[in-house]
């Protein structure tokens, strides 16, 4: 079950850096995971300081916060210049 959680905090971790604040309330179904395993996976990153989460309109959501998002920046950044051939 651990690697369950950890896989789905990776996949976690790139939609909120893709998609930026997400109803948490949406975020299995974005993701393909149960809900159980995605709010284990939220409460890894956020032991990790990796998330932030709001409530608006009675609703929860979650980002990754700003050095997170930068770092995942970096690694899109990265990627794109290895497939274009670059370093």
Do not use: C, P
């Not at 409530?55 to 497939?83: C, D, H, P, W």
Request: charged share 25%; proline share 0%; hydrophobic share 40%.
């Amino acid at each position: 079950m651990k690697e369950k959680v950890i896989e789905a905090a990776g996949k976690t971790w790139r939609y909120l850096g893709q998609n930026g604040q997400t109803n948490v309330a949406q975020l299995g179904r974005a993701i393909k995971e149960k809900d159980e395993v995605v709010l284990q996976a939220l409460g890894w990153l956020a032991r990790e300081d990796k998330i932030n989460y709001s409530i608006k309109n009675r609703r929860t959501f979650v980002s990754l916060v700003e050095g997170e998002l930068r770092a995942f920046n970096g690694v899109m950044y990265n990627m794109n210049q290895q497939a274009r051939g670059g370093s």
